[in-house]
């Protein structure tokens, strides 16, 4: 159990374009959705975290209107790079935490999106 | 804010021995969750073994085992019998639940190799 997809696991993109990414949590319902992106052998950055039916909630120096994250489901989050630059390429991980309880206080990961923008 | 620390960027280790990796955690809070997970070259995050602060017994899955010192807020892994598919990039994480979306604070990780 817990299992949480992304898609597309590869994507590249050309500069100026906007891509999304799909995370969905495939055996549970996740109230709350969180969006990594890690550089390599680097550490996982949280960039936001998302609530089913409400704002996303973004970290410090995320710019909310290039990072665009959707919660519109208890299964399904998105986000999506608007006018993507060559910077912006990085691998992008999704985790998903189900309600409270007593696995409330874990995340399960994602496989990641690497995305390339040429 | 809570902060982790891993002092330890790679490690490498033979199969079939035991390998320490380190964590500290700075936090003023008293309830708390401590995470290891595991990052093999697929770049699955896989949780490895968790402990919740309350508890004073440390946490053990099967080969993995933690040291958790809470006074001196050191929260080390032990891998025993170590295999090739131990080698993996792992990170250490703090989360306060119920707060900020219980959020997950890692470490910088540690790259660990596993010889054979």
């Known amino acids: 159990g817990a299992v949480v997809s992304q898609h597309p696991s590869r994507v590249i993109c050309k500069s100026g374009t906007s891509v999304k990414i799909e995370c969905r949590s495939l055996?549970?319902?996740?109230?709350?959705m969180f969006w990594y992106r890690q550089f390599p052998k680097q550490s996982l950055m949280l960039m936001a975290t998302?609530?089913?039916?409400?704002?996303?909630?973004?970290e410090q120096g995320v710019e909310k209107d290039k990072f665009l994250i959707n919660h519109a489901s208890l299964t399904l989050s998105t986000l999506t790079v608007t006018s993507a630059h060559p910077e912006d390429s990085s691998f992008y991980i999704c985790?998903?935490?189900?309600?409270?309880?007593?696995?409330?206080?874990?995340?399960?990961f994602g496989p990641g999106t690497r995305l390339t923008v040429t | 804010a809570q902060t982790v620390t891993q002092s330890q960027p790679e490690m490498s280790v033979q199969e079939a021995e035991t390998v320490t990796l380190s964590c500290t955690y700075d936090?003023?809070?008293?309830?708390?969750?401590l995470f290891w997970y595991k990052q093999p070259p697929s770049r699955q995050m896989i949780l490895v073994i968790r402990?919740?602060?309350?508890?004073?017994q440390n946490a053990t899955e099967n080969r993995f085992s933690v040291n958790f010192q809470k006074a001196a807020k050191s929260f080390s892994l032990k891998i025993s019998d170590s295999q090739l598919g131990d080698t993996a990039m792992y990170f250490c994480?703090?989360?306060?639940?119920?707060?900020?979306?219980?959020?997950?604070?890692f470490g910088a990780g540690t790259i660990l190799r596993v010889k054979s």
């Open positions: 402990q919740e602060a309350y508890k004073q």
């Open positions: 998302s609530n089913e039916g409400s704002k996303a909630t973004y």
């Open positions: 994480a703090f989360m306060k639940p119920m707060e900020y979306g219980n959020k997950l604070v």
């Open positions: 985790s998903a935490r189900p309600p409270r309880g007593d696995r409330g206080y874990e995340q399960y």
């Open positions: 936090t003023s809070e008293s309830n708390y969750y």
């Open positions: 055996d549970f319902q996740a109230t709350t």
